[in-house]
């Protein structure tokens, strides 16, 4: 893109302006889908308790996110009068902030990436660690007590489940040999057969299951949604928040999901390759299915589970969450580092 912009411009201004349109590009088609899958997930929940979900505004309810949208826009921003109020504001700034920030890594086709740095992974690792600044800042600042215990709640469950989503990532970047997410699909090419994926590999597949269930925990996402138990934190860190502020943290909340989903299908399930390598069996030749479409059928698919199980596994209590964290994912991801290193330095080096 900066080669075109260069035709007309210095190199350094078609490199800005490749840089801007590119942000947009994703920053926002990514706002649009956040809307859509929000009328998505109450759709999917709708169904599953046998109800109808959104059906008023526009046709077939699509219109509802947007009214909601609207409805938040305009409605007053209130801070509390014991609030701290410049950190008060910032908080959810900053959550929207840094769930944006960590998509610039991902691949959408072969090379279709706005950075393509050599530490895509640990960019992505580092970003997300970034998003419990936000809510424990929401949950000090908020000067409420409720707001608070979610905040230390919150902290204490991504801290958790990011140690053993780093083992699990090791485990990939050790199979892959590159921390670069353009690197690490492409290492996914043919890699059981004629199947693309590292989740068909009988070692990494159970760190796929780790890893799904780590996300749910990582984005609070229900059965680990203990930070927004209604019963006892009236409604988590942002319970003092409204208007754009409380709208921010969920376009937040729902961005992060999507890069969840996105991270499934780039590390595990082949990004933008075709789940096995058969052109329709030559029902159609010449018909090709372009790379961001499959990598975003995965996607797509990936936000169904997360909605299944929202809608139907009860929520798990405290200890039972920081047990599954600390006692079972912490000491199995450890195994399956040395197992999978183990079968690497067997298997390529003769070790």
């Known amino acids: 893109m900066t080669a075109f912009f260069n035709q007309w411009m210095s190199y350094d201004a078609a490199w800005l302006t490749a840089t801007i349109v590119g942000i947009l590009l994703i920053a926002l088609p990514l706002m649009l889908s956040v809307a859509m899958v929000i009328y ?4 999917i929940w709708a169904a599953m308790a046998l109800r109808r979900g959104p059906n008023v505004v526009g046709p077939w309810g699509l219109l509802q996110s947007f009214a909601d949208g609207l409805k938040v826009f305009l409605q007053e921003t209130i801070v509390p009068s014991a609030a701290n109020k410049g950190l008060f504001l910032i908080a959810p700034i900053i959550t929207f902030t840094v769930a944006l920030m960590a998509w610039a890594v991902i691949p959408f086709n072969s090379g279709a990436v706005l950075a393509d740095i050599n530490v895509g992974l640990l960019y992505v690792l ?4 970034l998003g419990v600044y936000g809510v424990i800042i929401a949950g000090w600042a908020s000067n409420s007590k409720y707001p608070f215990f979610s905040a230390m709640r919150a902290s204490a469950q991504m801290i958790s489940y990011e140690v053993s989503i780093g083992f699990i990532l090791i485990c990939v970047v050790m199979w892959a040999g590159t921390f670069n997410l353009n690197g690490i699909v492409k290492a996914q090419e043919n ?4 199947f693309n994926g590292f989740v068909f590999n009988p070692l990494l597949f159970p760190m796929w299951v780790m890893f799904l269930i780590s996300g749910m925990a990582e984005t609070a996402r229900a059965p680990f949604d203990l930070t927004e138990a209604e019963s006892e934190l009236v409604a988590g860190y942002q319970t003092e928040y409204s208007s ?6 969920w376009l937040g ?3 992060n999901v999507l890069l969840m989903c996105a991270l499934n299908a780039t590390l595990f399930w082949g990004g933008w390759l075709p789940l096995i390598d058969i052109p329709f069996l030559g029902l159609f030749p010449g018909i090709v299915i372009p790379g961001w479409l499959w ?3 995965k996607i797509l698919f990936f936000f169904f589970v997360f909605s299944w199980v929202k809608a139907t596994v009860p929520r798990y ?3 039972q969450l920081m047990r ?3 006692k079972v994912f912490l000491p199995v991801s450890l195994l399956f580092v040395v197992l999978v290193s183990a079968w690497l330095m067997y298997t390529r080096y003769g070790i």
């Open 295 to 297: 990598l975003f059928a």
């Open 324 to 326: 599954l964290g600390w």
């Open 126 to 129: 580092a970003i997300s660690s």
């Open 244 to 249: 754009m502020s409380f709208a921010l943290y």
């Open 253 to 255: 909340e729902y961005a």
């Open 191 to 194: 890699h059981v057969w004629l």
């Open 40 to 43: 998505a997930d109450r759709k």
């Open 317 to 319: 209590r405290y200890d």
